[in-house]
């Protein structure tokens, strides 16, 4: 029986798309929604968490994985729409950007504490909106990397990459800035006290940020200065998308892919003690090493569905690979309203897990198991979608 499920899901993927490339989206968005949605923030084991500030863990992973496949998107996409206008292609990419953004912004405001009666949603929601979040850094995103994409060649990418890297070192280490007390400090990488804190604090306003108490800066892990790192982490998946499209054999691909990676991986580790791996900061370091796993992770994909022929063991990872921002909206929606709906003095989801899995499985495995729970109810769901393919396209 699940051998015919899977097959029934091979058979409905949609055609014209890379089966390694929606398995491995697959696995970043489900891995996303895993980490986001414990039965308790109390109770996570460490490897589930992200690192506390410089270091790295392997969710830190995930966020770039996935900017990384939106770079990849983009060349694939570009190849079916040669014959428009550069400028039309650009009103198309930034309608998309723009629909991201708006429906980060709407996952941010769809809260309201039906626990507390005296809480105002105008006053500790809409007024203190935090205008930054995942879907919101990847429109921007995706929108810049179009644009150096239309209107750069391979050298011009790959120059694009190091150089908006470089950019952000020298401005990070090199840029003095103030706090309110008049002290001066530059070349600071520390939680709450660098330069791109300082940016977020007094350009997005300390309320407006996810890290509001950080001292002596308020600052956000998708801030402003960040991004430029973070267009290069999508540039790099525009490179690796040009590799599979070249007419290279497939095992020549495979080993560049696999070289690259480790050969990212080691630079980033062996900079590491000088430029720190943060992923709040989104350094280069971190740029190297996440971009060098997710090769990795893509050629050993591409060496299982292409070269091996094995392939059904993408089937789950497909309903939601190539529903992605679906599952995400959805799976944001639920966790939100089981944040909101007050049951027995606390919240549904907190009292679900408190009553069934806590007890059954004890702390730390019922809060997994929880998790766990979320994401297969989840997969119902999206297999629902995936049959009979709604397919939601930004």
Not at 54 to 68: C, N, R, S
Not at 294 to 319: C, D, H, N, Q, S
Not at 357 to 378: E, H, K, R, T
Request: glycine share 8%.
């Amino acid at each position: 029986m699940l051998l015919r499920h899977c097959q029934q899901i091979l058979a409905k993927q949609p055609a014209n798309r890379m089966l390694a490339l929606d398995a491995l989206r697959g696995l970043a968005i489900l891995a996303m929604i895993l980490v986001n949605n414990p039965g308790s923030w109390q109770y996570v084991y460490p490897p589930l968490l992200h690192a506390e500030w410089h270091g790295w863990t392997p969710t830190d992973l995930i966020f770039p994985a996935f900017l990384v496949m939106v770079g990849m998107a983009i060349p694939y996409s570009l190849a079916g729409r040669q014959m428009l206008p550069k400028a039309e292609l650009l009103r198309q990419g930034a309608i998309r950007a723009l629909k991201l953004y708006l429906l980060g912004l709407f996952l941010v405001l769809f809260y309201y504490n039906f626990r507390d009666p005296n809480y105002s949603y105008l006053q500790q929601k809409l007024l203190t909106v935090r205008w930054s979040g995942v879907l919101q850094r990847i429109g921007i995103v995706y929108f810049c990397t179009l644009l150096i994409v239309l209107y750069s060649g391979t050298r011009g990418r790959v120059l694009w990459l190091s150089g908006l890297c470089l950019l952000y070192f020298l401005l990070m280490q090199f840029v003095p800035y103030r706090d309110n007390y008049g002290h001066t400090f530059v070349g600071l990488w520390e939680h709450g006290n660098n330069l791109a804190a300082w940016l977020d604090h007094h350009v997005l306003g300390p309320n407006h940020v996810f890290f509001r108490s950080a001292t002596p800066f308020a600052f956000d892990p998708e801030g402003i200065l960040s991004t430029l790192p973070a267009i290069a982490s999508c540039l790099s998946g525009v490179l690796m998308a040009q590799l599979l499209q070249s007419k290279a054999e497939l095992a020549f691909k495979l080993r560049v892919l696999f070289l690259a990676g480790l050969a990212a991986i080691w630079v980033a580790e062996l900079a590491h003690p000088a430029l720190p791996i943060n992923k709040m900061l989104w350094t280069p370091t971190f740029v190297l090493l996440s971009s060098g796993f997710t090769a990795l992770i893509l050629g050993l994909f591409l060496w299982l569905t292409e070269m091996k022929r094995y392939r059904l063991w993408t089937a789950p990872l497909l309903v939601f690979g190539v529903n992605a921002i679906l599952f995400f909206m959805l799976a944001g929606v639920a966790a939100r309203v089981l944040s909101m709906v007050p049951v027995a003095g606390t919240t549904l989801g907190n009292w679900l897990y408190r009553s069934a899995f806590q007890p059954l499985f004890g702390d730390y495995n019922g809060s997994l198991a929880y998790a766990i729970c979320f994401l297969l109810l989840s997969y119902i769901g999206m297999l629902y979608c995936y049959r009979r393919g709604w397919i939601f396209k930004v």
